[in-house]
């Protein structure tokens, strides 16, 4: 049926520049237009109060700690300079801007610790506790520009995709580059091949780091060449590496027993915690590693996380607010069944963790591997209860070995 006037604006076909005919009603182009403005604006409007970060409501770097304690266990070191290089870091982006010469530069983080302490649950519940825009990218898939693998803006790709496109608060988001250790030159002598998931990308994270306009392919810029790019200032973007920087305790070693000699140095080693080398990491350690010097001042903080002891893992299993027991409990209470620990059954699984050296990815590949007949049998039997005892947990982890846990990660 044929309608001669706009039902929202009253207008006949006549007296608009064009008249879209629905099922039941008209809409003349006017109205479609304002809309899509509508529409527009507040989508735009929710997108900016769900990454809405006031200056003056910031949390201060206790009250950061605070937080953190409650999902990770320990490495308070790496807390406190997490906490105020992130309070400094948004501190900067709200400072008012011409009232003088003073310019406060970004405070990026790396942090050093083996695999499994926490380093990427650091980055994350700083990024919930904000509300920012927050991704993780693996340096390892990184690339120079025309090689297969990525190139370094798909770092800002990902950003702008946790933020809905938001470009503002993409400009204010946090980034957190894993394995970064895993972009270290390959050694200072020449090769025939070309070191192009090493050095040249080091070079390529310079920009990003140190804060300029970068064009970034929405859609990532292989597959897509054709696509319009988007200006990303990263001048307010925090980034913050972490990697496990695997052998670099002798490098450290190395330099604390060549700082002196004769009795002085007997007695310098004698201080020194051999247990836990990194605690005295210093930026000349990254560079032996294979860092080239820009991309160390680049990173201005610098941080180690602690190597996890027995009880720090039995902590790790229990008391967080997402706790691996407390997951586990959760997915059994979903199909009514009511899950309990016993005691010796989460110490004969920490002594596990330790034997493995996993570290608390460790405790979740034991719990599973634990939990999983239970998990396959319980939804399907009318039982209401479960207890995980020591022989269970020693019956499902029989014949396990390592190489076994380290696939299932």
């Known amino acids: 049926m044929k309608r001669d006037h706009c039902a929202f604006c009253g207008r006949p076909e006549a007296k608009v520049p064009m008249l879209i005919d629905g099922l039941e009603a008209s809409i003349c182009s006017d109205c479609a237009n304002s809309a899509y403005e509508i ?217 604390l027993n060549t700082k002196a000699v004769g009795y002085a140095a007997a007695k310098n080693t004698d201080s020194v915690d051999m247990e836990n080398l990194l605690q005295y990491i210093a930026p000349q350690d990254l560079k032996s590693f294979g860092l080239i010097p820009e991309i160390i001042g680049r990173l201005p903080v610098l941080t180690h996380l602690d190597p996890l002891d027995k009880d720090a893992l039995r902590r790790i299993l229990t008391e967080p607010n997402n706790a691996i027991t407390k997951q586990y409990k959760k997915l059994f209470e979903i199909d009514n069944v009511k899950l309990n620990y016993d005691t010796d059954a989460l110490d004969y699984i920490v002594d596990k963790a330790v034997e493995f050296k996993l570290g608390a990815r460790g405790l979740r590949s034991l719990m599973e591997t634990i939990m999983m007949e239970a998990m396959f049998e319980i939804p399907s039997s009318e039982q209401k209860t479960l207890k995980v005892s020591k022989p269970m947990a020693e019956k499902q982890l029989s014949g396990i070995n390592k190489t076994k846990l380290l696939a299932s990660e």
């Open 39 to 255: 529409v527009t604006e507040e989508t735009r409007s929710k997108n900016k109060e769900k990454f809405d970060l006031d200056i003056k409501d910031l949390p201060k770097p206790k009250e950061i700690k605070e937080f953190l304690d409650g999902y990770v266990i320990g490495q308070d070191t790496a807390k406190k300079f997490l906490s105020v290089a992130v309070y400094n870091h948004y501190k900067r982006i709200g400072q008012n801007s011409g009232k003088d010469d003073v310019e406060i530069e970004k405070s990026n983080i790396i942090l050093v610790g083996r695999t499994g302490t926490g380093k990427t649950l650091l980055a994350k519940t700083i990024a919930k506790l904000l509300n920012v825009p927050f991704t993780i990218v693996d340096a390892t898939v990184l690339t120079e520009a025309g090689y297969v693998g990525e190139d370094i803006e798909s770092l800002l790709t990902r950003l702008l995709q946790a933020s809905d496109y938001n470009v503002k608060a993409a400009e204010r988001g946090i980034v957190f580059i894993d394995e970064i250790d895993k972009i270290a030159r390959k050694g200072d002598n020449p090769s025939i091949t070309r070191d192009v998931s090493g050095e040249g990308v080091q070079q390529g994270l310079l920009k990003l780091l140190e804060g300029s306009v970068v064009n970034v392919p929405p859609q990532g810029g292989r597959k897509h060449p054709d696509q319009k790019m988007i200006p990303v200032d990263t001048k307010n973007i925090l980034f913050v590496c972490g990697g496990a920087f695997d052998g670099i305790e002798r490098k450290i070693g190395n330099r």
